[in-house]
T-cell receptor, first 115, second 111 residues
Framework: NAGVMQNPRHLVRRRGQEARLRCSPM?????VYWYRQLPEEGLKFMVY????????ESGMPKERFSAEFPKEGPSILRIQQVVRGDSAAYFC?????????????FGPGTRLTVT | GDSVTQMEGPVTLSEEAFLTINCTYT??????LFWYVQYPGEGLQLLLK?????DKGSNKGFEATYRKETTSFHLEKGSVQVSDSAVYFC??????????FGTGTSLTVIP
């Protein structure tokens, strides 16, 4: 029973390039969440999606960041024109339902380094 | 709004010492409470959870009790091992809402 899959595990981009991070939720999970973890900091919520819908993007920076969860395929977090401050670990989580006792299951993360 | 406050780290303990990591929360409803653990270079793993007042979550020798009167969910372990070295995150989830994570407490256990 595969867990949450993220790829790539490590991604290096030059300033100004685009970064695309992929997340496949656990089988049977339709709720996907993206978090960012900056060095020496905790997890910051970015966005919550269900299939073909963005439910809550209150944690997403207003510019350059976007997320999608298409009907088929993985969820994608896209960062355009990356800057050094985007260097962080990006974690995806999934759950079978939202809120209450339904824990989130995390992927191993994608570590983005912007040079 | 809902929030979680964790004790500041880092925490360094000798093997077999007693561990307490404090966590308090603020919530408008009746949240579920969680402890997650993150080992170096990995994602977060659920350690334990409690879904209502006075529940005790336990796993791998760790335990935490949901205290509504003090709005706390402190993590404890009677005898830590080197392999427990990790970052520990307290979190809450209100029905229908997103998770709120604490900032994490780094634990290092030395032989």
């Amino acid at each position: 029973n595969a867990g949450v899959m993220q790829n790539p595990r490590h991604l290096v981009r030059r300033r100004g390039q685009e970064a695309r991070l992929r997340c496949s939720p656990m089988k049977g999970h339709s709720h996907v969440y993206w978090y960012r973890q900056l060095p020496e900091e905790g997890l910051k919520f970015m966005v919550y999606l269900q299939k073909e819908n963005i439910i809550d993007e209150s944690g997403m920076p207003k510019e350059r960041f976007s997320a999608e969860f298409p009907k088929e395929g993985p969820s994608i977090l896209r960062i355009q024109q990356v800057v050094r401050g985007d260097s962080a670990a990006y974690f995806c989580a999934s759950s079978s339902a939202r809120g209450g006792p339904y824990e989130q299951y995390f992927g191993p993360g994608t570590r983005l380094t912007v040079t | 709004g809902d929030s979680v406050t964790q004790m500041e780290g880092p925490v360094t303990l000798s093997e077999e010492a007693f561990l307490t990591i404090n966590c308090t929360y603020t919530a408008t409803g009746y949240p579920s409470l969680f402890w997650y653990v993150q080992y170096p270079g990995e994602g977060l793993q659920l350690l334990l959870k409690a879904t209502k007042a006075d529940d005790k979550g336990s796993n791998k020798g760790f335990e935490a009790t949901y205290r509504k009167e003090t709005t706390s969910f402190h993590l404890e372990k009677g005898s830590v091992q080197v392999s427990d070295s990790a970052v520990y995150f307290c979190a809450l989830s209100d029905p229908g809402n997103q998770f709120y994570f604490g900032t994490g407490t780094s634990l290092t256990v030395i032989p």
